[in-house]
């Protein structure tokens, strides 16, 4: 089984932080949204075998554990999420603050 590639085809196994910084807020925040989908659609399936199946004591029990993992894993996922997004809306405020002092610039430059 391959590793997962990135929107440029390279394999994306292990990231340090530094590395992921290069990669940017945008694709750090698709990861997380994929990574937090499947961890939902992982939720799902063991919430119907918990509910729709007789299951022994032992079997309930792991898959309660297995249950509560998964929602411990989704709900750090969306707390990164949160501060990413928020760090992309910063990003973005200063970019736009960037273009409008450029323009300005221009604008006093060329009159």
């Given at each position: 089984?391959?590793?997962?590639?990135?929107?440029?085809?390279?394999?994306?196994?292990?990231m340090?932080?530094?590395?992921?910084?290069?990669?940017?807020?945008?694709?750090?925040?698709d990861?997380?949204?994929?990574?937090?989908?499947?961890?939902q659609?992982?939720?799902?399936?063991?919430?119907s075998?918990?509910?729709?199946?007789e299951?022994?004591?032992?079997?309930?029990?792991?898959?309660?554990?297995?249950?509560?993992?998964?929602?411990?894993?989704?709900?750090?996922?969306?707390?990164?999420?949160?501060?990413?997004?928020?760090?992309?809306?910063?990003?973005?405020?200063?970019?736009?603050?960037i273009?409008i002092?450029?323009?300005?610039?221009?604008?006093?430059?060329?009159?």
């Amino acid at each position: 089984m391959g590793a997962s590639n990135n929107d440029w085809g390279i394999p994306v196994i292990n990231m340090t932080k530094k590395k992921r910084e290069n990669l940017g807020v945008a694709l750090e925040i698709d990861g997380l949204e994929e990574k937090l989908s499947q961890c939902q659609r992982d939720l799902e399936a063991v919430n119907s075998k918990l509910y729709g199946a007789e299951l022994s004591p032992e079997a309930r029990r792991s898959l309660e554990k297995e249950k509560n993992s998964l929602m411990n894993k989704a709900s750090n996922y969306e707390k990164e999420l949160k501060l990413l997004r928020q760090e992309n809306r910063k990003n973005m405020v200063l970019s736009v603050a960037i273009f409008i002092l450029l323009s300005l610039i221009y604008a006093c430059w060329t009159m």
